[in-house]
């Protein structure tokens, strides 16, 4: 099965910034990735979806790679705001069928003022 | 607007009894999920269905049950609740493969 890791449980950066995020998996190549917004005490809350053939994805401030090679996804987020901090979660097809999926722990952005 | 409910937002529970935490969902989905999230070891997932009265096991079913009787719920069961099992449990759906799944509210369990 997957094991999927988010670096650094937690980043902090000034309003404005442009906040990376990165998603590591290892063992074989997922057919998607997806991404979640999580708010404290709430469910995840989808993103964006990028698919295996796609390098690049976009959705307003929001901008997801996808490189099968390094096996690694960045999550950008442009022109920060604070009302973008929350968990971000990055999730992977678990073992091919695109029935379930794995979920990495997550990490923590705070956007300071 | 999609929804996804579940029965409580918190619950406390004594070690031994049993629980039953509900989910329904009002978007037609064929595959629900059942997920606990701890802090540190993020999403896991316990049972998922793909159709009504089919289910099947996630990667923590140990202690846990699940029932599909009807497309728009699906019940997680915690036949003897145990303090380790004392958690977030989120419940989800999605429409199809590779489509995203819409999460519901969470409930927060506490095992005494």
């Known amino acids: 099965s997957q094991k999927i890791e988010q670096n650094s449980e937690a980043l902090n950066i000034q309003e404005g910034k442009t906040a990376t995020l990165t998603c590591n998996y290892t063992?074989?190549?997922?057919?998607?990735l997806q991404w979640y917004r999580q708010d404290p005490g709430r469910g995840p809350v989808f993103l964006l979806l990028?698919?295996?053939?796609?390098k690049e994805k976009r959705k307003e401030r929001l901008k997801v790679t996808f490189d099968t090679t390094l096996k690694q996804s960045l999550f950008h987020i442009t022109a920060s705001q604070p009302a973008d901090s929350a968990t971000y979660l990055c999730?992977?097809?678990?073992?091919?069928?695109?029935?379930?999926?794995?979920f990495g722990s997550g990490t923590q952005l705070t956007v300071l003022p | 607007d999609v929804k996804v409910t579940q029965s409580s937002r918190y619950l406390v529970k004594r070690t031994g009894e049993k629980v039953f935490l509900e989910c329904v969902q009002d978007?037609?989905?064929?595959?629900m999920f059942w997920y606990r999230q701890d802090p540190g070891l993020g999403l896991r997932l316990i049972y998922f269905?793909?159709?009504?009265?089919?289910?099947e096991k996630g990667d923590i079913p140990e202690g846990y049950s699940v029932s599909r009787e009807k497309k728009e719920r699906f019940s997680l069961i915690l036949e003897s609740a145990s303090t380790n099992q004392t958690s977030m449990y989120l419940c989800?759906?999605?429409?199809?493969?590779?489509?995203?799944?819409?999460f519901g509210p969470g409930t927060r369990l506490t095992v005494l």
């Open positions: 269905s793909y159709d009504v009265k089919m289910k």
């Open positions: 999730a992977l097809d678990t073992d091919g069928s695109a029935r379930q999926l794995t």
């Open positions: 990028i698919r295996e053939n796609e």
């Open positions: 978007m037609d989905h064929e595959n």
């Open positions: 989800a759906s999605s429409g199809s493969s590779y489509n995203e799944q819409f």
């Open positions: 063992n074989y190549s997922p057919a998607y």
